[in-house]
C-alpha cells in the first residue's frame, strides 16, 4: 500500500532532549516536506526537499534540522526542544502536483 | 510573504445542502492551488487540484475553482451529508516548492 509512515505518533518529552520524528515514503517520490499545524495558525512549512542531498527552509525552519540521505527518509531533527515547539507535525511527500500526508505526529515539549 | 486566508472558519449546514468555502491568497504568482479535507486526529486528504492555468476542476460532488489574478478560490460541495463533516484546507504553492496553507473551515453536516 502506497503510504507516507511517521514515527513516532505521540511524543511527550522535556525541554533540551535532543529527539528525531521518522518519515517514509514508499512511493519513490522525489519532493518531501515536514510542516507544522497550531491552532488558528494553519499548517506551516518547516523544511522540505527536492531530492537526496537537497533541502530548503519552508517558512518557520528555527530550531529544526532535516537531512536526506536517502530518498524514501526524511527525518525531522530537533535538537534542543523547546515548550514553543510543542505541536502537530506532519510529513508529506509528492508525486507529479499532489502531496500526501502521513498521520502526523503529536509532540509536547515540557 | 504568501498569506492564505479561508472564510468561513466554521460552518454548520443540514444535510442536503449547497455550501461554497473560500479561499484567498495575496500573491496571485502561484504554481498551483489544492484543496484538502482533515479528519479530526488524522492527516490530510487531497480532494482537488487546480493548475494556475486552469479556471476549475470537478470531482464527484465537488467542484474547485480558480481565479488566479483576484487571489480567490471557492470549494462547492452539492448535496451535503454528514459525512462530509470535516475541516476543509486549501494550500497554495509557489514556484519556489513552497506551500502555503489556509487556517481551514470547519464544516458540520447536521443530519
Known amino acids: 500500500e502506497a503510504q507516507v509512515t511517521q514515527n513516532p505518533r505521540y511524543l511527550i518529552t522535556v525541554t533540551g532532549k535532543k529527539l528525531t520524528v521518522t518519515c517514509s515514503q514508499n512511493?519513490?517520490?522525489?519532493?518531501m516536506s515536514w510542516y507544522r499545524q497550531d491552532p488558528g495558525l494553519g499548517l506551516r512549512q518547516i523544511y522540505y526537499s527536492m531530492n537526496v542531498e537537497v533541502t530548503d527552509k519552508g517558512d518557520v525552519p528555527e530550531g529544526y534540522k532535516v537531512s536526506r540521505k536517502e530518498k524514501r527518509n526524511f527525518p525531522l531533527i530537533l535538537e534542543s526542544p523547546s515548550p514553543n515547539q510543542t505541536s502537530l507535525y506532519f510529513c508529506?511527500?509528492?508525486?507529479?502536483?499532489?502531496?500526501?500526508f502521513g498521520p502526523g505526529t503529536r509532540l509536547t515539549v515540557t | 510573504k504568501q498569506e492564505v486566508t479561508q472564510i468561513p472558519a466554521a460552518l454548520s449546514v443540514p444535510e442536503g445542502e449547497n455550501l461554497v468555502l473560500n479561499c484567498s491568497f495575496t500573491?496571485?504568482?502561484?504554481?498551483?492551488l489544492q484543496w484538502f479535507r482533515q479528519d479530526p486526529g488524522k492527516g490530510l486528504t487531497s480532494l482537488l487540484l487546480i493548475q494556475s492555468s486552469q479556471r476549475e476542476q470537478t470531482s464527484g460532488r465537488l467542484n474547485a475553482s480558480l481565479d488566479k489574478s483576484s487571489g480567490r478560490s471557492t470549494l462547492y460541495i452539492a448535496a451535503s451529508q454528514p459525512g462530509d463533516s470535516a475541516t476543509y484546507l486549501c494550500a497554495v504553492r509557489n514556484a519556489g516548492n513552497q506551500f502555503y496553507f489556509g487556517t481551514g473551515t470547519s464544516l458540520t453536516v447536521i443530519p
Open positions: 500573491d496571485s504568482a502561484i504554481y498551483n
Open positions: 512511493m519513490n517520490h522525489e519532493y
Open positions: 508529506a511527500s509528492m508525486r507529479g502536483y499532489e502531496q500526501y
